[in-house]
């Protein structure tokens, strides 16, 4: 009986927290983080301000949830797209894509996160909850879908998908602030086509660190003398 009467308040507990984010979302777009105010989220998700701090305690840990959403929700396209569509180079770049297109669809966004990582450069406390909350997690979903898709180019090669991780985040970033200043400058296949030449590196530096290994085999002895 306890599970069933715990199911309904877990229930009402999500769609709450759900309320509560997308009313962030359009709070925090529209005011930017430092304006933007606990009330006007609370009465945007048609709760009291007290129902908000039971699930967020401060304006920062609000944002650091919507950050860790939106993540999320992009990580999700990605792993949708690949699903359907496989991982040679064109897909996975294609995949890449539909979340630098979630980053960019609402041009406030870009703004508003770029404003709270000044924020968090200037506070060391906050700039660890950032690399906590979102610049970790991101290269880790990046370097976790490397390993878990099996790419075959990532084994040998000059870069682990850790390092891979970290260079991929730090590409989508830049490109979403290029795209976010300079709209024209980014192509939309300009992603596919990085990740053609990206996979075309790893495979040749692949290949060149196993004929390496060959080659520099000790000569096959028998008995103790060489062959």
């Known amino acids: 009986m306890a599970s069933v009467s715990r ?32 009330e006007a989220v609370a009465a945007g998700a048609g709760v009291s301000k007290g129902a908000l701090f039971h699930y967020f305690p401060s304006k920062e840990q609000l944002f650091l949830a919507l950050l860790e959403d939106r993540l999320g929700a992009g990580v999700g396209d990605i792993e949708a797209v690949v699903a359907e569509r496989g991982t040679d180079s064109g897909q996975l770049g294609a995949a ?3 979340f630098l297109r979630r980053i960019n669809s609402d041009p406030r966004w870009l703004p508003l996160l770029l404003e709270f990582l000044a924020y968090g450069s200037r506070d060391p406390a906050a700039k660890a909850r950032i690399t906590e909350h979102f610049l970790r997690p991101a290269r880790e979903a990046v ?16 870069l682990s998908p850790d390092e891979l991780g970290l260079a991929i985040a730090a590409l989508v970033n830049g490109l979403a602030i290029e795209r976010a200043f300079d709209p024209g400058v980014v192509p939309d296949d300009l992603l ?36």
Not at 8 to 36: D, K, M
Not at 195 to 203: E, H, Y
């Open 96 to 98: 890449t894509q539909t």
């Open 143 to 158: 370097a976790s879908s490397s390993r878990r898709l099996g790419i075959p180019e990532i084994e040998g090669a000059l």
């Open 7 to 38: 199911t309904p308040q877990r229930e009402r507990r999500a769609r709450t927290r759900a309320a509560l984010l997308r009313a962030a979302g359009r709070v925090f777009a529209e005011h930017g983080f430092h304006r933007a105010t606990l």
């Open 192 to 227: 596919p086509r990085l990740f053609i030449v990206w996979r075309a590196g790893l495979s040749a530096t692949a290949n060149t660190a196993t004929a390496s290994k060959r080659t520099s085999k000790p000569p096959t002895t028998h008995g103790g003398r060489d062959a």
